[in-house]
């Protein structure tokens, strides 16, 4: 796998704290001015010595400056020291080190009373004390700091790559690398479903719609990776997964900050062995795809023993109580993603199967699943069917309803999935469906509805029929259109103004039910 472009940018460079150096005994360097708590744990990238009157310009962030205060002489009013001081904090600089003994006895007070007050650390340096055996100082702590982390990424790269070895080998390999780094990492599917995460915890818990979210939104965006702020404490880094044009999951990690090179190369790992675990799991073979096919022929010949053995390696759950069956039109799906979102929900939803039968694909599922699989089938516009809700016994049934009202929408245009209804091929509907007065005074009561949704680019036709299809249930209703409960009452009420009706009367709902239907979406 090719090392995401995220991880070909440069590493911040290796880094000391500023403690380790003032700790070296042997250099004698006393901290006089500027501390606060967090002095000690300041970053040090280099020791530069300058004697220049303005030496900013030439200093890289986290640089120690060290000076004999030659050009002091010029700092004696405390605006110049400030001043001087301040372009270093600008800067960057990580400290100051004053070599007394030379030009100065002592530090001069307007520098000491300025690092105190902009907050750089100064430290005096002794007239024993040379320059160069402080930079050398701070090289072999870098250089250690170097060794140290070579150690700690080859050890970790090896504890991960073992950890990839074991049954549950990506969950085992996300545990162990969060260990590592000490912050949580996760990996998700396309659609931002969280499939591995460790450590657990209640507050990455709270996390994770916002996780799906932004997960799913880098996917869409196309982009390989990106640094993103929560909002409630650390923001969290995302590099996508898999290979050119097969995006198979998200890999989520706690921003640090600062990645070093060592914690890049670790995350690196842990995203070329989710690609290949993920490459694995998405490639369902035939031999799995005849197993599944079997089981819904062993489900439609009422075996359910036989089904529930055979199913007990491949699914997580046969469907069981209330299920539908949707069929869909696989010659009209145009975007591969569709595919691998079905098989993300396929494959995270017990009491779900997706299989084919009779050469076209289908879909088993409890009836809780349905506003999911509707939502997919309606985002890819794929023609599809939903037959009435049943039980495994009545299989066949459902299979045949879910046949016809396929049929219907294929015949119909609509790219919307059309519930079966025995208007779609018998019943007192079906009569009116042939009589041309029927449609005409359908079209003529739904009119309103229609010019309203046309001028103003509303949608209270569709919220209306789902909203009667739901029996006046608003919480389900509006769960299966994705929008909020109070949204889809405003809606109906809407509905009910432009038609001037009450929609809390039988006879109102069955005739504008019955119009709904007789109209059909070619009349809109």
Same mark, same amino acid.
Not at 33 to 47: K, N
Not at 177 to 189: E, H, P, Q, Y
Not at 354 to 382: C, K, M, Q
């Given at each position: 796998?090719?090392?995401?472009?995220?991880?070909?940018?440069?590493?911040?460079?290796?880094?000391?704290?500023?403690?380790?150096?003032?700790?070296?005994?042997?250099?004698?360097?006393?901290?006089?001015?500027?501390?606060?708590?967090?002095?000690?744990?300041?970053?040090?990238?280099?020791?530069?010595?300058?004697?220049?009157?303005?030496?900013?310009?030439?200093?890289?962030?986290?640089?120690?400056?060290?000076?004999?205060?030659?050009?002091?002489?010029?700092?004696?009013?405390?605006?110049?020291?400030?001043?001087?001081?301040?372009?270093?904090?600008?800067?960057?600089?990580?400290?100051?080190?004053?070599?007394?003994?030379?030009?100065?006895?002592?530090?001069?007070?307007?520098?000491?009373?300025?690092?105190?007050?902009?907050?750089?650390?100064?430290?005096?340096?002794?007239?024993?004390?040379?320059?160069?055996?402080?930079?050398?100082?701070?090289?072999?702590?870098?250089?250690?700091?170097?060794?140290?982390?070579?150690?700690?990424?080859?050890?970790?790269?090896?504890?991960?790559?073992?950890?990839?070895?074991?049954?549950?080998?990506?969950?085992?390999?996300?545990?162990?690398?969060?260990?590592?780094?000490?912050?949580?990492?996760?990996?998700?599917?396309?659609?931002?479903?969280?499939?591995?995460?460790?450590?657990?915890?209640?507050?990455?818990?709270?996390?994770?719609?916002?996780?799906?979210?932004?997960?799913?939104?880098?996917?869409?965006?196309?982009?390989?990776?990106?640094?993103?702020?929560?909002?409630?404490?650390?923001?969290?880094?995302?590099?996508?997964?898999?290979?050119?044009?097969?995006?198979?999951?998200?890999?989520?990690?706690?921003? @640090? %900050?600062?990645? &070093?090179?060592?914690?890049?190369?670790? =995350? $690196?790992?842990?995203?070329?062995? !989710?690609?290949?675990? /993920? +490459?694995?799991?998405?490639?369902?073979?035939?031999?799995?795809?005849?197993?599944?096919?079997?089981?819904?022929?062993?489900?439609?010949?009422?075996?359910?023993?036989?089904?529930?053995?055979?199913?007990?390696?491949?699914?997580?759950?046969?469907?069981?109580?209330?299920?539908?069956?949707?069929?869909?039109?696989?010659?009209?799906?145009?975007?591969?993603?569709?595919?691998?979102?079905?098989?993300?929900?396929?494959?995270?939803?017990?009491?779900?199967?997706?299989?084919?039968?009779?050469?076209?694909?289908?879909?088993?599922?409890?009836?809780?699943?349905?506003?999911?699989?509707?939502?997919?089938?309606?985002?890819?516009?794929?023609? @599809? %069917?939903?037959? &009435?809700?049943?039980?495994?016994?009545? =299989? $066949?049934?459902?299979?045949?309803? !879910?046949?016809?009202? /396929? +049929?219907?929408?294929?015949?119909?245009?609509?790219?919307?999935?059309?519930?079966?209804?025995?208007?779609?091929?018998?019943?007192?509907?079906?009569?009116?469906?042939?009589?041309?007065?029927?449609?005409?005074?359908?079209?003529?009561?739904?009119?309103?509805?229609?010019?309203?949704?046309?001028?103003?680019?509303?949608?209270?036709?569709?919220?209306?029929?789902?909203?009667?299809?739901?029996?006046?249930?608003?919480?389900?209703?509006?769960?299966?259109?994705?929008?909020?409960?109070?949204?889809?009452?405003?809606?109906?009420?809407?509905?009910?103004?432009?038609?001037?009706?009450?929609?809390?009367?039988?006879?109102?709902?069955?005739?504008?039910?019955?119009?709904?239907?007789?109209?059909?979406?070619?009349?809109?």
């Amino acid at each position: 796998m090719a090392v995401p472009p995220d991880l070909l940018q440069a590493a911040p460079s290796p880094a000391i704290e500023l403690g380790q150096l003032l700790h070296e005994y042997q250099l004698g360097l006393v901290l006089i001015a500027g501390a606060d708590d967090g002095t000690p744990a300041r970053s040090v990238r280099w020791v530069h010595v300058s004697e220049l009157e303005d030496p900013a310009p030439f200093l890289t962030p986290r640089t120690v400056l060290l000076t004999t205060g030659a050009r002091f002489e010029a700092l004696r009013r405390q605006a110049d020291a400030d001043a001087y001081v301040g372009r270093l904090v600008d800067a960057g600089a990580a400290a100051l080190g004053v070599g007394v003994g030379l030009h100065w006895d002592r530090v001069p007070a307007p520098i000491v009373s300025a690092c105190d007050r902009l907050g750089l650390p100064l430290f005096r340096v002794p007239y024993d004390t040379p320059f160069i055996a402080i930079v050398q100082t701070s090289v072999r702590l870098i250089n250690a700091r170097i060794r140290d982390r070579d150690v700690w990424a080859l050890e970790s790269q090896r504890a991960v790559t073992n950890a990839s070895l074991h049954q549950d080998g990506l969950g085992s390999a996300v545990r162990e690398a969060a260990s590592r780094l000490g912050r949580w990492v996760c990996i998700t599917d396309r659609t931002g479903r969280i499939i591995e995460l460790a450590p657990q915890g209640e507050r990455l818990a709270a996390q994770g719609e916002w996780i799906r979210r932004e997960a799913r939104r880098l996917v869409e965006r196309g982009v390989s990776a990106g640094r993103i702020g929560s909002g409630s404490g650390p923001g969290v880094q995302m590099q996508v997964l898999g290979r050119q044009g097969q995006v198979l999951g998200v890999l989520v990690s706690e921003d @640090s %900050g600062a990645p &070093d090179t060592a914690e890049r190369t670790l =995350l $690196g790992l842990v995203a070329a062995l !989710a690609t290949l675990q /993920l +490459e694995h799991r998405s490639g369902i073979d035939a031999a799995q795809a005849t197993l599944r096919e079997a089981i819904v022929h062993l489900l439609l010949a009422d075996n359910f023993p036989l089904a529930e053995k055979l199913a007990s390696g491949t699914l997580a759950r046969i469907p069981q109580g209330s299920v539908v069956v949707v069929r869909y039109d696989g010659s009209a799906v145009r975007d591969a993603s569709f595919n691998e979102d079905l098989h993300s929900l396929d494959a995270g939803s017990p009491g779900l199967l997706g299989s084919a039968l009779d050469g076209g694909p289908l879909i088993i599922a409890e009836a809780r699943y349905l506003p999911a699989i509707r939502r997919l089938l309606l985002a890819h516009g794929v023609p @599809s %069917g939903v037959s &009435d809700r049943g039980t495994l016994h009545a =299989l $066949g049934e459902l299979v045949g309803q !879910a046949d016809r009202a /396929l +049929e219907y929408a294929v015949a119909s245009g609509s790219a919307a999935p059309i519930d079966y209804l025995p208007a779609l091929h018998s019943g007192v509907l079906h009569l009116l469906n042939g009589h041309p007065e029927a449609h005409q005074r359908a079209a003529g009561l739904l009119a309103p509805l229609r010019h309203h949704d046309a001028r103003h680019d509303d949608r209270i036709e569709e919220s209306l029929t789902t909203w009667l299809a739901h029996h006046g249930q608003t919480s389900p209703a509006a769960t299966e259109l994705g929008i909020h409960r109070h949204t889809l009452k405003a809606r109906v009420q809407t509905a009910a103004n432009l038609l001037q009706v009450d929609l809390d009367s039988p006879d109102v709902r069955a005739e504008l039910w019955a119009a709904l239907r007789l109209a059909g979406p070619d009349d809109a």
